[in-house]
């Protein structure tokens, strides 16, 4: 569904990623893992097209998107949900949530009725969303923007979904409800590509991870190997 | 000094107001998708009104030459957007305020050699014989500023609020990034909206030249107030303009009577110095809480 | 180190040496009319470059500073006895406290309302100028002559002289100043004005004064205009010489002093190269082969975006196009010097020095001087007594914005030489409690105290002077500064020169203390070897650490990190466990907040639980996560988390 390939890219002049290559399955969630700096964020960054790979190839569902603008990527089937969040802090819930689907939706007139049934999906998946849907999202607290994060990217209809650091600040008992939503649209069949810190709880939902290190793929595998490698507990798993 | 008159000179001034609520207007369409403003302005409501007066002249209809200067207009709203804004947007840095004010400064040495320094007269199938309007006279003319200026406001709030187009908009300007990653093309959008704001000088420079004739000096002072009420209302609020451009012209029509008409543009500039020290956000724009 | 010295402090001499030995070559009046423009508006330029460069803000007031000095000074040797000095005394001052009546209300602002708000004042000045014509004479214009100095008349030569003395002054007095804790300062406020308020260097008031001191420099300059032409109309001082001024500046290169003079002579020898047309040819045709040159390599070596390449040859072209076809120059001015400007602003954006100086740096290989041995941590940072007696203590402080009751009531006691944790939930209420401790809030009720006196409300600076420093959650590093500098910016109890002192050039055995003590706390969190990094380039776990270091340097009984670990990978969240042992054994009391629990329990001795802006639970940190509202509200079912792994999917090769 999505193939990297040896991709280079940076900042400037400073090169962070040199030479990364993953691939992510239909239907499968996928952890990436590595050290602060490894360049997860910004593998993350160069698949959506928010900085333009200097080398390499993307390829989503078999389509070259490689250097397209990120607007176009996403219109053709990747929902990224970036670090930090990013929601609209001055949308109320439902225009972030509206905005989520802006590629599929009429510019002008209609577009409520339109995303109807999407809005409904997302609700049912966070209530506290539905509850707070008049709310200015800045207003939310951080939680709440993450769900709202990922149901915004839910609203697009993703071929393949991009979660960096979902857990990031977050109290334990949201971080649960965070990988119990993740669970639950693994269940459904939605494919993900998931940064994330707490690289227990990462393998724990994933079918495969890959661990960064200095921008290239270090090691790779399923959990299971990955749990027998005695180095990467050391370092990574604690 | 009779009250009516008072009245009258404050009435004639708050709808010149409006044009600088108009100008204003341009600047915080694009403030609203890319948090830059240009701050040459004034000249591309200059030279739309060359423009516009030069089709004239060729002997084309008033009501062909309004939209043709539109779209001009609009044209220029996009040059202005290629050549100084999208770069610095991109690197995240401020150049787009200088560039802005070259931009403006080359257009207007343009203006200069091309139409030549003189102030000409504006011709306009509306009328200018004053008439009586609840007990204050007002020429047919000004009150086609007014309408003119609220109709296209109206027009453009209506949109920025009501559909998904506006909702991107203030998406791409909280987060040009996350909104591009909604599949919004952030530069389609601040492009939209410099072309909207070349549209709405444009509409200005029409509007306000048979008022004050046509020439390269012509909006310097216009924009300068525009600035003022700008920065007063905030930058972020449609309507506060309206106040703040009327309130405005009424108070410069009174302080060039009482103080002297050399300090017409005083009391503009004095507001906006004090509205600063007093609210900084504007007075009608939303204060922001700080975060960290 | 003397190689350094020699070369810069050697070019500057023998500038300084050619211009005053110029006169003495080159007899012709004209030239040295130019000579004296030149250095006129060096220091002018140099006041300009400081709100422009430093504060990185757009500024569209000088000239008027220029004409109010001008006039200033025009009045003051007319109507008073004064004199010269006097006048030369009169006119920086009256535009220093002038700049900083614009500078209080303006700089509340940034960016574009910044520029706008300068812009109308340079109106206001115009029309001022001319409408009290009481004073000034109005449009018709003032003339005055020349006042003797001391008694001894001025010829031309004698007063280029002294414009070139005073111009090396200046140019000595902005050395000193911004190499300074000032100019520290000053870049600092740029890159993050919160972060400098909570490192008590107090960011407004450094700000007022760079604007006002720049301001000053723009009426000093005003003054020798003023006695240079002898003659004054307002409308010299208009908008469009603004915009020729911060062409100077931005084309000499922003943040340099070579770069306002080279910006200065340029903007002097302007009105020449216009009025000649085969030398604007000759000019614009170079200009042309620059632009082509720069944007090949820039293309080739991928460090331009295409744009950027391009823009600057298509306008040079115009010039040179414009140099043939039209036949009065002078007639399209304004569009030259756009165009000038333009291909500038877009081609080479740090300004000729700017790329002059790296070039140079590379090519005569200039080591940066070596840094001191770090001073012994026992001086910088001297151990504190943790004697657990009640440090911090909350008196039912509340917090509300509109209905939203974000802190609700808090009440508890920090005590000297703990690791107090702080937990809760998102939106509990922890960040906003910090906020209003370290200042940045006023509390709606309740009070904070600091061994028993109450901490003042709602100033950073003020909390931050008071012995309060903190981290932030999303990092407020000033990225454009080193880490060394980063730490010094905060450093307190060292800088003691008044800033006449420093303008002298006496503040330099306390800046080699300072960077000796920053050094000290870098190598307490392990940061020793990036201190000549700048703090962008650092990695996102060293900049985590660098926040540390930097509000340790404010020597803290009380150190508030907010989630300090948050984003951090495991091996960083390791070091940092050690690191707040560290500071933590100097008896530096410590507030944590953190979502890690096993990094709380690791490090603290008592952790309070909040939630909905309330206190729910406080005790040990095993108590705190046995209790039942900190499981419900916070940590949630553990076995959750800990589900086992689910059946491996397909692999992929």
Not at chain 2, 224 to 236: P, T
Not at chain 3, 35 to 41: R, V
Not at chain 3, 126 to 139: C, V
Request: a positive charge.
């Amino acid at each position: 569904m999505l193939l990297v390939e040896d991709v280079y890219a940076g900042y400037g002049l400073s090169e962070v990623l040199l030479g990364t290559s993953l691939a992510v399955k239909p239907g499968t969630v996928v952890a990436l893992i590595g050290a602060n700096g490894a360049g997860k964020t910004t593998t993350m960054r160069a698949i959506s097209g928010l900085i333009r790979p200097a080398r390499g190839r993307v390829l989503l569902d078999g389509e070259p998107v490689g250097g397209l603008p990120a607007s176009r990527i996403a219109r053709l089937g990747l929902a990224h949900a970036p670090e930090g969040r990013k929601v609209f802090g001055t949308l109320c819930v439902e225009d972030n949530l509206l905005l989520g689907a802006y590629g599929r939706l009429p510019r002008f007139f209609g577009f409520r009725g339109r995303a109807a049934a999407d809005l409904e999906r997302v609700y049912g998946l966070f209530p506290r969303l539905r509850e707070r849907r008049r709310q200015l999202a800045g207003t939310l607290s951080g939680g709440e923007q993450q769900m709202l994060a990922i149901g915004r990217a839910l609203m697009a209809r993703p071929k393949v979904m991009l979660l960096d650091e979902p857990s990031m600040g977050l109290a334990p008992v949201i971080v649960q409800e965070v990988f119990r939503t993740i669970r639950q649209l693994k269940a459904e069949g939605m494919t993900m590509l998931l940064v994330e810190q707490f690289a227990k709880t990462a393998l724990e939902v994933a079918d495969y991870a890959y661990v960064m290190e200095r921008g290239r793929i270090a090691i790779e595998g399923t959990p299971a190997e990955l749990r027998r490698d005695e180095r990467l507990l050391a370092a990574y798993l604690g | 000094m009779p009250a009516s008159i008072v009245a009258q000179m404050a009435i004639s001034g708050a709808l010149m107001g409006l044009v600088y609520a108009l100008i204003a207007y341009g600047f915080q369409l694009t403030y609203a998708t890319s948090k830059s403003i240009n701050f040459g302005q004034g000249e591309l409501v200059m030279v739309s009104a060359f423009f516009s007066l030069t089709l004239l002249d060729l002997g084309l209809s008033y009501w062909l030459v309004l939209p043709a200067g539109l779209l001009f207009g609009a044209a220029l709203g996009l040059v202005v957007e290629r050549a100084g804004v999208r770069l610095a947007l991109e690197q995240k840095s401020e150049g787009w305020i200088l560039l802005t004010i070259i931009l403006g400064l080359f257009f207007f040495s343009a203006a200069e050699n091309i139409w030549g320094r003189d102030d000409r007269p504006f011709p306009t199938p509306i009328p200018s014989d004053s008439i009586h309007v609840l007990g204050v006279d007002v020429t047919p003319l000004e009150l086609s500023v007014a309408v003119g200026v609220l109709a296209v406001m109206g027009l453009i709030e209506l949109l920025k609020r009501r559909t998904l187009l506006g909702k991107a908009f203030e998406a791409v300007s909280v987060d040009r990034d996350a909104g591009e990653l909604m599949g919004i093309s952030a530069k389609r959008t601040v492009m939209l909206s410099y072309a909207l704001s070349g549209a709405v000088a444009a509409l200005a420079g029409i509007l306000v030249s048979p008022i004050t004739t046509v020439g390269p000096t012509m909006a310097s002072a216009l924009v300068l107030k525009a600035f003022s009420v700008a920065v007063v209302a905030g930058l972020d609020s449609g309507f506060g303009v309206v106040l703040v451009g009327m309130f405005l012209g009424a108070l410069e029509t009174l302080a060039s009577f009482y103080v002297g008409s050399g300090w017409r543009e005083a009391p503009g500039l004095v507001l906006l110095i004090l509205a600063l020290a007093v609210r900084p956000t504007g007075v009608f724009g939303k204060a922001a809480i700080r975060k960290v | 180190m003397w190689k350094r010295l020699f070369l810069v402090r050697g070019a500057e001499l023998l500038l300084f040496a050619s211009l005053a030995a110029l006169p003495l070559a080159v007899a012709s009046p004209y030239a040295l009319g130019l000579l004296m423009l030149l250095a006129i508006y060096g220091i002018l330029l140099i006041g300009l470059d400081v709100t422009v460069g430093y504060l990185g803000q757009v500024n569209l007031a000088q000239a008027a500073f220029l004409g109010l000095g001008a006039y200033a000074a025009a009045i003051v040797v007319t109507h008073t006895g004064l004199g010269l000095v006097g006048a030369l005394l009169v006119a920086p001052t009256v535009c220093f406290v002038l700049g900083a009546l614009l500078a209080l209300p303006a700089l509340r602002l940034e960016g574009p309302q910044f520029a706008l708000a300068t812009l109308s004042f340079t109106a206001l000045a115009t029309t001022a100028l001319n409408e009290l014509e009481w004073l000034t004479q109005g449009a018709q214009g003032f003339s005055l002559s020349r006042p003797p100095l001391l008694g001894h008349a001025l010829g031309a030569r004698a007063f280029y002289w002294m414009c070139v003395a005073l111009l090396a002054m200046v140019w000595i007095a902005m050395r000193n100043l911004l190499s300074s804790q000032w100019g520290r300062a000053f870049e600092a406020l740029r890159d993050s004005p919160i972060a400098t308020d909570a490192m008590g260097v107090g960011t407004y008031r450094h700000k007022v004064a760079a604007f006002a001191f720049g301001s000053g420099l723009g009426g000093l300059a005003g003054a020798l205009y003023a006695f240079n032409f002898q003659y004054l109309q307002p409308q010299s001082f208009v908008y469009e010489l603004t915009v020729i001024l911060l062409l100077g500046v931005v084309l000499g290169g922003r943040k340099s002093l070579w770069g306002a003079f080279v910006g200065a002579s340029l903007v002097a020898l302007l009105p020449n190269l216009l009025s000649n047309r085969t030398l604007f040819q000759a000019f614009s045709a170079l200009g042309l082969a620059v632009a082509l040159a720069a944007g090949a390599r820039g293309l080739f070596r991928r460090t331009m975006r295409p744009f950027q390449a391009i823009a600057p040859v298509v306008a040079t072209s115009a010039l040179v196009v414009g140099g043939l076809v039209v036949e009065n120059t002078e007639d399209w001015r304004k569009a030259i010097f756009a165009l000038m400007l333009f291909s500038v602003v877009v081609g080479l954006p740090e300004g000729l020095m700017g790329f002059a100086t790296r070039f140079l740096a590379q090519l005569l290989r200039i080591a940066p001087p070596p840094l001191p041995p770090p001073s012994p941590l026992d001086e910088v940072l001297p151990a504190r007594l943790a004697d657990g007696a009640v440090l911090l203590e909350l008196r039912d402080l509340r917090r509300h914005f509109g209905g939203v009751k974000a802190v609700d009531g808090v009440s508890l006691a920090v005590r000297a030489g703990h690791v107090h944790g702080l937990i809760g939930p998102n939106g509990s209420g922890k960040s906003t409690l910090v906020n209003v401790i370290s200042g940045l809030y006023t509390p709606t009720s309740g009070e904070a105290l600091l061994r028993g006196s109450p901490l003042p409300h709602g100033s950073l600076v003020r909390v931050a002077r008071a012995g309060v420093a903190r981290t932030f959650q999303n990092l407020q590093l000033f990225t454009g500064l080193t880490a060394l500098e980063n730490v010094m910016v905060a450093l307190t109890g060292v800088y003691r020169a008044p800033l006449p002192f420093v303008l002298l050039g006496l503040g330099r055995a306390e800046d080699r203390r300072a960077r000796a003590d920053a050094l000290a706390l870098l190598e307490l969190v392990g940061l020793r070897e990036q201190a000549r990094t700048p703090a962008k380039d650092l990695t996102y776990g060293a900049q985590r650490f660098l926040e540390m270091a930097r509000a340790l340097a404010r020597k803290p009984e009380v150190l508030i990190l907010d989630e300090p670990a948050a984003g951090l990978a495991h091996p960083d969240v390791v070091k940092q466990v050690e690191v707040i042992r560290r500071i933590r054994e100097r008896g530096v009391t410590i507030v944590l907040i953190e979502h890690h629990m096993d990094v709380v329990t690791q490090l603290c001795d008592v952790v309070t639980a909040l939630d909905g802006g309330k206190l729910i639970a406080e005790g040990s940190p095993d108590e705190v996560k046995r209790h039942p509202k900190v499981i419900e509200a916070y940590l949630g079912n553990v076995g959750d988390a800990a589900l086992p792994a689910p059946p491996a999917g397909a692999r992929i090769s």
